[in-house]
């Protein structure tokens, strides 16, 4: 009897990506002039179809009671993984063993429906995760004191609150049977206690002798959970091994010197979307490495490509562990359609040593219509030149190294 | 480290890029409850949302059989010697019942978007489990049908033994095609549009408010179109309905039933082979 439980086996995903389309699926409209069309050409000129390889031969295999994290950046392939091994999508080559019983908690509340009541809930999204109505029924108790809701038992779940909601949601998987548990990012919600207790359970699975496979950006989840790690870069296997090494390969990989950072052009029509990202030092010359306690700048280059009312570009500072450490935005103006640059300006908080990512996004009217992550990073370098008050600066002293005013008095 | 054992290691599952074909029918047998909570769900959620919750079940076959009775009577359509609300509610519910099943059937995929891209089970269970809670409306809405029998004083003959064998009928054809249609929408959204026309055109070919005899015994008719007719299985499962519980004349001799039967059969086979065919692609073009 083998002891692996999961094995995958030279596995591909391919996309094929149809040009000038909005929305993903196919209108009959379409189809029929594409028939017509090559009848009329004799198919030499065939549809322009460009392919996306969102995993690319990756195999391992994952022996019994392991607890690996999948990490990588976006688009590095880890949900389209995560979705293969759940049996949503189907791979396009390679082969995928599971044994045992998989539970895939892609996404919280699966199936969850507003109008019904959290006892109806639970019943149902049991089913969906494959649980028998006597299963349910046995560990309905557990179930509801896990998720502490019994006094909003019979409420409908569109009455609770975000919080009550997620734990309700995350309560069911986490009593599931299951020999193999499939999570992706769903522990980055709910409040700080209920992250650590739905954390602390994940690990109990792990220790019964249960497979888990967890896909996060947060490296700090990651590393509590899992004692493996898969490292993905654009459906590439980067790199397997202990978890701690698999992080700092990750980590390191994420390239220091690059200060100007150019921005795919989206695929669907947006109403704009951010060009070129680039760190500028106080001297205006673009920089990624930032001496400490000085300011710096982000300049943003972004299209307008029709006339908006309420348009707000924001930036975020967010620490490679995940912790976001501050985010700020333009005043609400109307922009009329064109090329437009912001400048933000940094010069009022100085951060601790070490790597950062920006997160930029663009917005009319509160809703967000093109958001960056992921792709432009700094660091902050120990200042050198003592012009900076040089005492402690390393994130042991906390994230912000700006004073306050401090006095002593006799008493 | 712990390295437990699987508590289902006879449990294996094979993951290719063309799924795995054997199970499949085993899969589904195995995730039958699930039809019963997404059947159950729905029902639930109808009665919470609407102020009169399930008696929209009754009210709208209701309405239907008084407005094609009035007409029926306005222009004189011949009943053949029944009662008209008898002959129109015996043809108004099993039509309701493949109407409703193909429109909440071909829209279910598409309307649960949000399993589909989220959770594996066998992809047949959301339009079957739209099916039946069209299946549970037409058995609340033949309480009508018992309801005029009782006032009319009549009582059906042996020929009821007969009655499953029409539903059995009825369902196939909307399963066939409700399947069919749930898929060919995935696909192609245009279907959204086809399927309400598809109802309406259906409901004018089909014996709802006129009898069958007008069809079968008009000289004006040449013969290919009343083949034609017979084909719509729906023929079949009415005039069936009336021949079994009202003890009308039958109709729709055995061999339009044994047609009507080919048909649902064929549609079953077309709509699950098509939909196993496409189903894995569902979660990637929904």
């Not at chain 1, 650590?196 to 989840?221: P, Q, Y």
């Not at chain 1, 790690?229 to 390191?252: H, S």
């Not at chain 2, 993951?15 to 195995?30: F, L, P, T, V």
């Amino acid at each position: 009897m083998s002891s692996i439980a999961v094995r995958a086996e030279h596995l591909t995903k391919q996309y094929v990506l149809r040009r000038q389309q909005i929305g993903n699926y196919t209108a009959l409209r379409d189809v029929l002039m594409d028939k017509a069309k090559s009848f009329f050409t004799n198919g030499l000129s065939k549809p322009a179809r460009e392919t996306l390889l969102a995993l690319d031969d990756v195999s391992f295999s994952i022996p019994w009671g392991e607890r690996v994290g999948i990490i990588g950046k976006n688009g590095a392939g880890k949900s389209t993984l995560l979705k293969i091994l759940s049996r949503i999508v189907t791979p396009t080559a390679g082969r995928v063993t599971l044994k045992g019983r998989v539970a895939s908690l892609l996404e919280v509340g699966t199936g969850f429906h507003p109008e019904l009541t959290g006892r109806e809930n639970i019943f149902l999204n049991g089913a969906v995760l494959g649980m028998s109505r006597d299963e349910i029924r046995n560990k309905f108790d557990d179930i509801v004191a896990f998720a502490e809701i019994e006094r909003f038992l019979d409420t409908p779940v569109k009455r609770y609150s975000s919080g009550m909601y997620v734990r309700l949601a995350f309560s069911v998987v986490a009593h599931l049977e299951a020999d193999i548990l499939l999570v992706d990012e769903v522990l980055a919600v709910g409040d700080a206690a209920f992250q650590k207790k739905s954390l602390g359970r994940m690990r109990e699975v792990g220790g019964e002798g249960r497979t888990v496979l967890f896909v996060s950006h947060n490296m700090d989840a990651v590393q509590r959970l899992c004692n493996r790690g898969i490292l993905l870069a654009k459906g590439k296997q980067v790199a397997t091994g202990t978890i701690d090494n698999v992080v700092r390969t990750y980590l390191e990989a994420s390239d220091r010197s690059q200060a100007e950072y150019c921005v795919g052009t989206p695929e669907e029509a947006v109403p704009g979307y951010v060009q070129a990202i680039r760190i500028e030092s106080d001297d205006g010359i673009a920089s990624a490495e930032i001496p400490s306690c000085k300011p710096f700048a982000v300049n943003v280059r972004f299209q307008i490509n029709q006339a908006l009312e309420h348009f707000i570009v924001a930036a975020g500072i967010v620490t490679m562990m995940g912790q976001p450490v501050r985010t700020v935005w333009s005043k609400a103006r109307p922009l009329e359609l064109g090329q437009y640059k912001a400048l933000f300006s940094f010069d009022d908080i100085y951060l601790a040593c070490g790597m950062y990512k920006l997160v930029i996004g663009l917005s009319e009217y509160e809703r967000s219509f093109h958001y960056v992550d992921d792709v432009a990073s700094f660091e902050i370098l120990d200042a050198t030149d003592g012009s900076a008050d040089a005492r402690i600066v390393n994130y042991r002293s906390g994230l912000i190294l700006n004073q306050c005013r401090v006095e002593i008095f006799p008493q | 480290m712990t390295r437990g054992k699987p508590r289902n290691d006879h449990v294996e599952i094979v993951i290719q890029a063309h799924g795995n074909q054997g199970a499949y029918w085993k899969e589904i047998w195995r995730y039958r409850e699930l039809i019963y909570f997404l059947c159950w769900r729905d029902v639930l959620v109808r009665y919470k949302q609407t102020a009169i919750g399930v008696m929209w079940a009754v009210l709208r076959p209701v309405l239907t059989i008084v407005v094609f009775s009035s007409f029926g009577a306005l222009f004189h359509i011949d009943t053949h010697g029944s009662e008209r609300l008898l002959l129109v509610s015996a043809g108004t519910l099993p039509w309701m019942l493949f109407s409703s099943g193909l429109q909440e059937a071909s829209m279910s995929l598409v309307s649960n978007a949000n399993l589909l891209t989220k959770v594996y089970f066998p992809r047949l269970i959301v339009p079957l489990s739209a099916i039946f809670v069209c299946l549970v409306d037409f058995l609340i809405a033949l309480l009508i049908l018992a309801g005029l029998m009782i006032y009319y004083a009549k009582t059906p003959g042996m020929d009821v033994v007969f009655l499953p064998m029409f539903l059995i009928l009825a369902l196939f054809s909307t399963a066939g095609s409700g399947v069919l249609l749930s898929a060919l929408t995935v696909k192609y959204r245009d279907f959204r549009y086809v399927v309400p026309f598809l109802i309406q055109l259906g409901f004018f070919v089909s014996p709802i408010g006129f009898s069958s005899a007008d069809v079968y015994s008009s000289g004006r008719i040449p013969g290919w179109v009343k083949f034609i007719y017979s084909l719509n299985p729906m023929v079949a499962v009415i005039e069936g309905f009336r021949w079994s519980l009202l003890r009308d004349r039958f109709l729709a001799q055995w061999t339009v039933v044994g047609l009507s039967g080919v048909v649902a059969l064929s549609l079953a086979f077309i709509g699950c082979w098509y939909f196993r065919k496409v189903e894995i692609q569902f979660a990637d073009i929904i």
